[in-house]
Every structure is written in structure tokens, then in C-alpha cells.
């Protein structure tokens, strides 16, 4: 354990729970009750499951009560491919290199020299190679490997993870106009009508987050991340983004469709449906309560 997690823990004791959580401790607790402890730890105040009204307190809801076997497909980053290209066409998919059960079957020598490798069932187990002979592939391999013997599931309890079967997926690097990134560009859906999005830049270097709404203005909140210190130009595709996401977001109360926009082409990106699991606080914290307005479900 790192010193700065240390340092975390001692200042914050209750983050131990969520640790241990990750590692599949609880799996004897029930989901209402794991959720409930959770959200404590995370938001500093109880959750209300019987009256929700903010937006995080409506996604613990959605995680108990909305569980249409579908949305595990659409969260798998392979199966996903099948419903994008039924929906909006195979042309928004970013190209797909390889799929595999474990890397071991990962033939390295016939991928190109720039790729991305991605497990389908979690968050963040992620390898970006931009030049093959400087790879390590070693800790490529401990990477994956651990990811995939890892259930995405326990930790947050997000019911769509649990079933779905762990594989690794190649796909074609891409880098946007900056020439060293790709931004993600990502649509808050609600029943198919999209609200407002968020961009992330300077990913893996110092994260910056900035939220807009649909005309493309800068909406005055922060979320886990600082916005950021420099002018964020609205993307080409930005409109088509928008009638996109509202097709694929269609009769589903609320999922995060994230799409990337290489010199003017639109690619789809994933499906979110517990944007940061519903346990991070908005800054000012009165953003909540809005978010929560435009998530609807049942007594809403």
C-alpha cells in the first residue's frame, strides 16, 4: 500500500470499507445494505433508498430496482459492438483488432505497432501502446491479467458487472486533433433525451473535468476533478453526438453514452450507467438535487 493511501486511510478511516469492499470481503453483505454503508463512507450522510431525490441517491435506487438483463450486454465492450452497429451503424465502432479469454492467446507479433488493449467487464485496465518495440509486455500481461481475475462487481456493487464473461479486446489507436490524446466527450441521457455532458481532458496526466449543457455552455460545478485552466473548443460532431446518444439511450431512465471525435469523425465510446457509481459529490453540492430532477423513476 502507497503512502499517499496511507495517509488516506488516516485521515479518513471509513475508506478501509470501500478497500476491503474492492477485494470481496463483504460478498457474505447484501446489496441494500452494502450500498448503504457505502454511500456513507463516500457522502458523509445516509442514504435514503424509500424518498431518493438527488441524482447519487437515485443511482443507488437504480442499482437495487432497475435490472433489465439487456444492460449487461451494453456495458460488455464486445457485446456492446453489436448493439451500436444494430442501432446506429458499425461506422461509429472504433475497429476492432482482436478479442481473446487470456494473454496468453494474444498473438502480440500480428498487432500493429499502435494499439489499445481493454478487458470488456470492468473500469480501467487499460493498455495504451503507442510504439510496440518499447512495449513492456510483461507488465502488460500482470495488468490484464489481473484485471480479468478481478469481479468489477463487489466493489460498488453495480449488478450489470457481475455475469459478464471477462475477455480482453484490441482496438485501433486514436489520437484526436491534439495529436497526443483522446478526449472523451460524454452525454448524461434520461429516458433518451440527453441533458448535459461532460468532457475529459489531459487524462492520466492532471484529469480535468468541465460540464456543459447542450448549448455548449460552461455549467458552474465540479465532480471529483477540477475544470480545467485553459478553453475547452466545442468538438465538430458535438450535435451529432447529441441525436446519437438519444438513440441509443432510448426507454432506459438514465446511462452515460461516451463518444470520441478523431478530426471530425464520431465514434462511440461505452455505456455508463452509475456515472462514478452515484459516490461523488457535486461542487456546489445543490448540482445533485438538479441531476436528480431529471433522473425519473417510478415516484419520482
Request: net charge positive; proline share 4%.
Amino acid at each position: 500500500m502507497g503512502q499517499n493511501k496511507i495517509i488516506s486511510l488516516l485521515k479518513r478511516p471509513q475508506y478501509l470499507f470501500l478497500i476491503l469492499g474492492h477485494r470481496g470481503f463483504f460478498k457474505w453483505m447484501n446489496d441494500e445494505m452494502y450500498l448503504k454503508i457505502a454511500y456513507w463512507c463516500k457522502m458523509d450522510k445516509r442514504l435514503d433508498l424509500k424518498h431518493p431525490t438527488t441524482y447519487n441517491e437515485k443511482l443507488q435506487w437504480l442499482k437495487l430496482n432497475d435490472r433489465k438483463p439487456k444492460y449487461t450486454d451494453f456495458v460488455d465492450k464486445y457485446e456492446v459492438r453489436s448493439f451500436v452497429k444494430d442501432k446506429i451503424g458499425g461506422e461509429y465502432l472504433i475497429p476492432l483488432l482482436g478479442i481473446w479469454d487470456n494473454v496468453n492467446e494474444i498473438d502480440f507479433d500480428k498487432l500493429p505497432k499502435q494499439f489499445v488493449l481493454k478487458c470488456t467487464h470492468d473500469s480501467g485496465s487499460l493498455v495504451i501502446c503507442t510504439d510496440k518495440d518499447k512495449l513492456d509486455f510483461s507488465k502488460a500481461k500482470k495488468k490484464l491479467l489481473k484485471s480479468l481475475k478481478h469481479n468489477y462487481y463487489w466493489g460498488q456493487r453495480e449488478w450489470i458487472y457481475k455475469d459478464i464473461k471477462p475477455r480482453i479486446i484490441a482496438e485501433q489507436f486514436m489520437v484526436d486533433e491534439s495529436k497526443k490524446e483522446l478526449k472523451d466527450y460524454k452525454f448524461f441521457c434520461f429516458n433518451g433525451e440527453v441533458k448535459a455532458m461532460f468532457i475529459a481532458t489531459d487524462r492520466g496526466v492532471d484529469t480535468r473535468f468541465d460540464f456543459f449543457d447542450l448549448e455548449f455552455n460552461h455549467m458552474p460545478f465540479m465532480q471529483h476533478y477540477p475544470n480545467a485552466n485553459k478553453q475547452i473548443k466545442k468538438p465538430n460532431g458535438f450535435e451529432e453526438m447529441i441525436g446519437l446518444a438519444k438513440v441509443l439511450s432510448k426507454d432506459i431512465p438514465h446511462v452515460r453514452v461516451d463518444f470520441y471525435d478523431v478530426n471530425g469523425k464520431v465514434y462511440f465510446g461505452e455505456m455508463t450507467f452509475f456515472h462514478f457509481s452515484g459516490w461523488e459529490k457535486f461542487e456546489p453540492e445543490n448540482y445533485d438535487q438538479i441531476f436528480g430532477e431529471w433522473l425519473k423513476i417510478p415516484f419520482s
